[in-house]
């Protein structure tokens, strides 16, 4: 089977969501939940062939996979030596059904003859406790029950029973239904309702696209993002996952492996940003008040990560039946940097929450409980502002003052002093106006590093960091300053690789890094954009989206002299980056259709 690395779709509903080769190999599905054991984990599995479902082809010839056009459904054409042909309609159901969401913990397949008669295998190889196959099952007329340790799952289908279960060859003589997940019996009959559910949630998915707004320019890519930032959030509590995946690793060898299927308070700054500007405002809302609802059950130090269900432990471990991303491990479960001090949450929940006050086409606005509550956050932002912690990109083994953090905690205190005036509490505004210009005064002399001749990753530090282009965008100096100017001259003189953004150049706890982190790219590329360089702008963002895969997504790293894929997929923070910079660059709609 060829190794498609991080070519890979994805599909999902807002419960459960699975990721697909080329090939239609399912290689990833977290089971029911997105953060759950996986049932298919051949993506995390080295060479062993464990935890996936394809319909082999014999001789296959060709393959090609594609979405339907603005859905989350994916189709794969399969086609032998001979010129036989099927194709395979992948999907999670999605729709409204008796005035409510119906998205079950279940995956649905189709598959049809095409052309001539293609002989296939179905192999359905199911894992339960990260990557121990699943030996027990016993099956019906209709399905087969495969359990392990504590997960049941039930496929029901019209496909010959005895076939699936020893990987038995047969001809496609015509089309075939499973469905994939939880342990009950499938009301109704199986063709009519799976030709239903495509149906359905194929109308379902090209309302929501016509519902968002997009700019002129990249439209494709833009609705491609959203639609994978939507298939992100866990909708039953409104958290967003950072990725849909654990453990692949930032780089080869690198043994940065992280679980990435959490909820990272500051990715709520830049998320909420990006469905603000598309104006998907219920999945806003929803992740908005996810967010103050875990500040407002914490009365002390926040976690900068949470589960979709934020009270489940983060505990991290090891999972030793798994040998990683092209055997590269450790495959980890939770993530430590739960237990981390990162100062810049507190001012990532406020700027979050901003637009509860001055959205207008919210139906219920922030009120004065609500900026009380924010106020006790920024209680602590101007506590911490320079205190140190492990800074944006949580440093394991070691602490310092971040310029970020303190950037963040900053613009926390301003965003309250806005808040306050625009609910008519000049006192709080002042009080909060008081708080915060000290604390700009005193991050601007601090991180300011005349020998660099450039603001530094941290105070007192001479390193750089390119989360300091997001200075301006927070409104802490103006892009035109000539002290920004030179600081983004610096960083392109140290930290881009070919067009590439690294994070930071020196080594960390795990050595030199050697890929590049997509988000920070498209902070360039707006760095570029406010200083008027408009040209240079647009020839990075399009140069960044030459690197998507076929699906037209993006993890969260890229190998800058290979050009590969790398890091946790799809990632949420790459995905809302694409969408902020597009809708920046792009030209205006007006009289667009004929100039």
């Not at 495969?146 to 076939?163: E, F, K």
């Not at 509490?425 to 000290?438: G, S, T």
């Not at 601007?444 to 282009?469: G, I, M, P, Y």
């Amino acid at each position: 089977m060829t190794d498609y690395g991080l070519d890979l779709a994805i599909i999902g509903n807002g419960r459960t969501a699975a990721l697909t080769e080329p090939s239609g190999r399912l290689v990833w599905w977290c089971y029911p939940r997105f953060d759950s054991n996986p049932v298919f984990c051949r993506l995390l599995a080295g060479d062993e062939a464990k935890g996936f479902y394809d319909i082999a082809l014999d001789e296959i010839a060709e393959c090609q996979s594609e979405y339907l056009r603005n859905t989350a459904i994916v189709v794969t054409h399969l086609t032998d030596r001979r010129g036989a042909a099927l194709r395979i309609t992948d999907f999670a159901p999605r729709y409204i059904n008796f005035g409510r969401m119906f998205r079950p913990p279940q995956l649905v397949r189709i598959v049809e003859p095409v052309a001539g008669l293609p002989r296939i295998t179905v192999r359905l190889r199911p894992t339960h406790s990260y990557g121990v196959p699943m030996t027990q099952r016993s099956h019906s007329s209709n399905h087969i029950r495969y359990w392990g340790g504590d997960t049941v799952v039930r496929l029901t289908t019209d496909a010959p029973l005895s076939y699936i279960e020893d990987e038995v060859q047969f001809a496609l003589t015509r089309p075939l239904h499973f469905v994939l997940g939880t342990d009950e019996p499938f009301p109704g009959d199986l063709e009519t309702s799976c030709r239903e559910f495509l149906d359905r949630t194929h109308d379902y998915w090209l309302g929501w696209v016509r519902r968002i707004s997009i700019s002129y320019d990249w439209q494709d890519a833009i609705i491609r993002a959203a639609i994978t930032l939507k298939l992100s959030n866990f909708e039953e509590t409104g958290g967003i996952v950072a990725a849909h995946t654990t453990s692949i690793p930032e780089a080869p060898g690198s043994g940065r492996t992280w679980d990435y299927r959490h909820c990272w308070l500051r990715d709520a700054y830049f998320v909420v940003k990006a469905l603000n500007r598309i104006g998907e405002t219920h999945m806003m809302e929803d992740f908005i008040n996810f967010i103050v609802s875990v500040a407002a059950s914490h009365t002390g130090t926040l976690r900068p990560v949470y589960g979709i269900v934020p009270s489940d432990p983060m505990d991290e471990r090891i999972a030793p039946d798994l040998k990683g991303f092209r055997g590269e491990g450790p495959v980890r479960i939770g993530n430590a940097a739960a237990l981390q001090d990162q100062h810049d949450i507190y001012g990532s929940i406020i700027l979050a929450a901003m637009p509860m006050f001055f959205d207008r086409r919210l139906p219920r606005p922030g009120d004065a409980g609500l900026f009380h509550l924010l106020e006790s956050l920024g209680n602590r932002a101007a506590v911490k502002a320079f205190e140190p912690d492990a800074g944006i990109w949580e440093y394991r083994g070691r602490q310092r003052i971040h310029t970020h953090s303190a950037a963040m905690c900053w613009a926390g205190c301003h965003r309250l002093a806005a808040i306050a005036t625009r609910l008519g509490l000049k006192d709080r505004a002042a009080h909060w106006n008081r708080i915060a210009d000290p604390i700009r005064d005193t991050l601007l002399a601090r991180a300011w590093n005349d020998k660099r001749n450039a603001f530094t990753a941290a105070f007192e530090a001479d390193d750089l960091d390119a989360s300091v282009l997001l200075l301006p965008e927070l409104g802490l100096i103006d892009a035109q300053d000539p002290r920004f100017i030179r600081t983004v001259a610096a960083m392109e003189r140290e930290l881009v690789r070919e067009k590439h953004v690294m994070r930071y150049a020196g080594a960390d706890d795990f050595g030199l890094p050697v890929t590049a982190f997509l988000i920070c790219r498209f902070w360039l590329i707006d760095a570029w954009w406010s200083l008027g360089r408009h040209g240079e702008a647009r020839e990075l963002f399009e140069d960044a989206l030459a690197h998507r895969n076929r699906f037209g997504m993006l993890s969260e790293d890229l190998d800058p002299k290979t050009g590969a894929l790398w890091g946790n997929f799809p990632q949420t923070y790459s995905m809302a980056g694409l969408i902020l910079s597009a809708m920046r660059l792009s030209r205006s709609w007006e009289d667009r259709y004929w100039r």
